[in-house]
């Protein structure tokens, strides 16, 4: 069975930390780029950053450049998103998905295939 878990969502006040993961079963995550995207209530899935499989590049959204890393361990075929410096509106459900294509993009209509999601809310 092919599955996209997220974890690592949670309360966490302004300027705290937080790192979410992306497990995979039955899919090997280095032969796909991974994106994490991110919905607030009443908004757009947005992408937040990629990583490609073919070299491991990466990339972020302006609004979290600095403060957001993607990163992947190949093995534990898991994807994580450390969030540093958090910010009210850094609040969402946050999601993992993987495109086949391989080459990193933030364009969600790119990815095949989604996680559930996790949420995150910064408040004091």
């Known amino acids: 069975q092919v599955q996209l878990v997220e974890s690592g969502g949670g309360l966490v006040q302004p300027g705290g930390s937080r790192r979410l993961s992306c497990a995979a079963s039955g899919f090997t995550l280095n032969n796909y780029a991974t994106g994490w995207f991110r919905q607030a209530p009443g908004k757009e899935r947005e992408g937040v950053a990629c990583?490609?499989?073919?070299?491991?590049?990466?990339y972020s959204t302006d609004s979290v450049k600095g403060r957001f890393t993607i990163s992947r361990d190949n093995a534990k075929n898991t994807v994580y998103l450390q969030m540093n410096s958090l910010k009210p509106e850094d609040t969402a459900v946050y999601y993992c998905?993987?495109?086949?294509?391989?080459?990193?993009?933030?364009?969600?209509?790119?990815?095949?295939?989604w996680g559930q999601g996790t949420q995150v809310t910064v408040s004091s």
């Open positions: 990583i490609s499989s073919h070299n491991g590049g990466t």
């Open positions: 998905a993987l495109d086949d294509g391989g080459w990193c993009t933030l364009q969600r209509d790119r990815y095949d295939y």
